[in-house]
């Protein structure tokens, strides 16, 4: 079982940046893949970014594609979300989870573990 715990969150003017973190505990942080989801009070959760165990392979949703980038540091057991020319539609909780597949996937039933979430609000 691996413990997530995002942080990086915190108040941005529109078109400026944030890089969030997650931090895993636990056994065989390498050996999975990472996502990063989003989800606003009343919505579904919807996926941001995932990248494979190796850092090979990355995904990422229609509305982020081209300003958001994963990325991982295994031996710091650290996945990252780099945010760039935020949007106030951006304003959520951001949240960590662990995927054991092969490929790299985007749909929130399929990852496992989660960590608690970190806010990211955009000021227009």
Partial sequence: ?????????????AGG????SCAASGH????YNMGWFRQAPGQEREFVAAIKWSGSRTR????VKG??????DNAKRTVYLQMNILKPEATTVYYCATDRS???LTTPLEYDSWG???QVTVSS
């Avoid at 079982?1 to 003017?13: C, K, T």
């Avoid at 990422?60 to 509305?63: E, H, L, N, P, V």
Wanted: cysteine-free; aromatic content about 8%.
């Fill in 102 to 104: 092969i490929v790299v």
């Fill in 28 to 31: 065989n942080f390498g050996i």
């Fill in 1 to 13: 079982q691996v413990q997530l715990v995002e942080s990086g969150g915190g108040l941005v003017q």
């Fill in 60 to 63: 990422y949703g229609a509305s």
């Fill in 17 to 20: 940046s944030l890089r969030l």
């Fill in 116 to 118: 608690q979430g970190t």
């Fill in 67 to 72: 300003r958001f980038t994963i990325s991982r």
